[in-house]
């Protein structure tokens, strides 16, 4: 019987995947349940599975005492002594426990145990040999369905891949082969609970990184890949060799690497485009099959205007806009897609406002020189006094200011009829005025020329308008 234990220990241990050491420790855990459960709770006993003969010895320890309390934790020093004569007071004693006479509920007991300790240590051996293969892609077998969720067997557990993590429209049958990346391992009160995906991005990466040498060598490196299960899938690639092309690498020679990878993923649509550090041209190579005209992006708000041909919009934009939402994910930039006369139009509006703009600021000037000169003109004409004219006097400048004429401006502008009406001045005095008036104006507007023109040639110099016209 010793003989026999050691074998199914062994036994077991091969088609669990555990050690045998782990399977001996739960046998002896389990003898001592059930030696407790048949000699009593408060036994204190150890149990020892010889390794080699397989022989099972088990001892019930009690302490030495003087007085006995508890007599199945303690024996008195004179029951001791009657075993052992070097026997004292506070040591440990033990005596053999006979295992043929467990008794079929202790034995019941330990078989229970066994099989927890075996069960916990197949566990353990599962969890720790996946836990560090998650991210690889495994192969299995299709068990059944449960709930619309397949259950894989990898050969030493049983995996789930989970509707979520299915491709759409792809079914299997019992017995059918399946590849998938390990998503997770996840611990639960029923064992850990290995996670399969077919609909994650980098069950499409892995698959290339196996097709593909460069990519397991690290000469073209995958900066990013975005999916829809199913329906398309866009990678971006680089490659650290400028001799390497990195999408020639991933497409292989007539298509034969990103077929492997179409078939394995039932024919969806893959778009393999070059990464770069340039935002005009990722946006540009993201947006493939389409081919763009114009990029356009605002790096503050990290969105790009792409112009396209009329019959290219709706390739780029794609069904459902698949297309430009993958590359928007790709790249991480908001992107919006316009064709080419909206392009023309817009660019038309923005002139036209550049151009009134323009002609509204042109018109700005103007009316600011034109306050200027006004002001400057004014600056001048105040200078001079109505009386400073040749022919007008003190009473005269009085009267003419009395009538609202308080300037030689407003002088030169008077309608000489008018002006012949007003008391001291006739018709002759009113055409002489006027015209000494309009001299004086003439005078000083060349004068301001003058000055103007001299300041532009010599800012320095300074015009002197101390000077005044004579009859």
């Not at 390739?315 to 790709?330: F, M, T």
Request: net charge negative; charged share 35%.
């Amino acid at each position: 019987m010793s003989r026999e234990l050691l074998a199914i220990i062994d036994q077991i241990g091969r088609e669990k995947g555990i050690e045998s050491e782990l399977i001996v420790t739960a046998v002896e855990s389990a003898l001592v349940s059930a030696a407790k459960k048949r000699y009593g709770v408060g036994e204190n006993v150890e149990v020892r599975l010889d390794r080699d003969t397989g022989e099972i010895e088990a001892v019930s320890l009690k302490t030495i005492v003087k007085k006995v309390n508890d007599p199945q934790t303690e024996v008195s020093l004179e029951e001791a002594r009657e075993l052992d004569e070097l026997a004292e007071e506070g040591d440990e004693i033990g005596s053999l426990l006979e295992m043929e006479d467990l008794g079929r509920i202790a034995a019941q007991t330990a078989k229970q145990v066994i099989f927890q300790r075996v069960r916990e240590a197949e566990w353990e051996a599962v969890h720790r040999e996946y836990s560090v293969r998650v991210g690889e892609i495994i192969s299995g077998m299709i068990l059944g369905q449960e709930r619309r969720n397949y259950i894989v067997e990898l050969g030493k557990t049983e995996a789930l891949l989970p509707v979520s993590e299915q491709i759409p429209r792809e079914s299997y049958r019992r017995g059918d082969r399946i590849r998938a990346y390990l998503s997770e391992v996840r611990l639960s009160s029923r064992g850990p609970q290995v996670i399969l995906s077919r609909g994650k991005a980098e069950f499409v990466a892995k698959l290339f990184e196996m097709e593909v040498p460069e990519i397991s060598e690290g000469v073209v490196v995958i900066k990013g890949v975005v999916r829809e299960p199913g329906d398309r899938t866009k990678i971006a690639v680089y490659s650290t060799d400028s001799s390497v092309d990195p999408v020639g690498a991933c497409v292989g020679v007539r298509g034969s690497r990103v077929q492997s990878v179409v078939r394995e993923l039932r024919g969806e649509k893959i778009d393999i485009v070059t990464w770069t550090d340039d935002p005009r041209t990722y946006v540009g190579e993201a947006l493939s099959p389409a081919v763009v005209d114009k990029v356009g992006v605002n790096e503050l708000e990290k969105s790009a205007l792409v112009v396209v041909s009329e019959q290219q919009l709706s390739l780029a934009i794609g069904k459902k806009g698949q297309n430009v939402r993958l590359a928007s994910k790709l790249t991480g930039w908001k992107i919006d897609i316009i064709n080419q006369t909206e392009y023309e139009s817009e660019r038309a509006k923005e002139r036209d406002q550049e151009i009134s703009a323009a002609i509204s600021r042109e018109q700005d000037l103007q009316k600011e020189e034109e306050a200027l000169e006004a002001r400057r003109f004014s600056e001048r004409e105040e200078e001079f006094d109505l009386s400073d004219l040749p022919g007008v006097g003190e009473k005269m400048a009085d009267m003419l200011k009395a009538h609202e004429i308080t300037t030689i401006a407003l002088l030169a502008e008077a309608n000489e009829a008018t002006l012949s009406e007003l008391p001291l001045i006739g018709p002759k005095t009113a055409s002489r005025l006027l015209k000494s008036a309009k001299e004086h104006l003439s005078f000083v507007e060349k004068q301001n020329e003058a000055r103007e023109q001299d300041e532009v040639e010599n800012p320095e110099a300074e015009v002197s308008f101390e000077d005044t016209p004579e009859d």
